[in-house]
């Protein structure tokens, strides 16, 4: 697929495509008139790329990261520096708490959303009770 296509499939702009190539992150091919052509699977990477950017990773850890996310894994230990490693928890530990604020949000408004549709059915107001408060 052309860099249009990754670009609309992945709502990734296309300079940022192009910065993800230069990083290393993605293979482009090239066709005889030099336009890029991306593989099905840049779908799915761009997409995972940018959920540890947004994670907070920056593209040299994300680089050595991304082995792990493709089977069969090869995974590379030479860069793994102290410092690296003590990062790589930190983010880690970040995560795991943004997915804990994130279930406890999904819950709450999974709760609220129930209790709507059981008033939009009923027209009355659920108890604790209905609503799994209780």
Do not use: W
Not at 10 to 33: F, K, M
Not at 34 to 59: C, F, H, K, M, S
């Amino acid at each position: 697929m052309l860099i249009g296509e990754l670009s609309e499939r992945t709502d990734t702009s296309r300079r940022l495509l192009r910065y993800y190539e230069e990083q290393g992150l993605i293979v482009a091919n090239r066709s005889p008139n030099g336009y890029r052509d991306y593989d099905e699977y840049n779908v799915d990477r761009v997409l995972q790329i940018r959920g540890l950017l947004d994670a907070g990773l920056p593209t040299r850890i994300i680089k050595q990261i991304l082995p792990c996310l493709d089977k069969p894994r090869v995974i590379y230990f030479p860069d793994a520096t102290p410092e690296m490693i003590a990062t790589l928890e930190l983010e880690r530990d970040r995560m795991t708490d943004r997915i804990r604020c994130l279930t406890r949000n999904r819950d709450a408004v999974t709760e609220y959303l129930d209790a709507v549709l059981e008033y939009s059915h009923t027209g009355e107001i659920p108890t604790p009770a209905q609503s799994g408060q209780g």
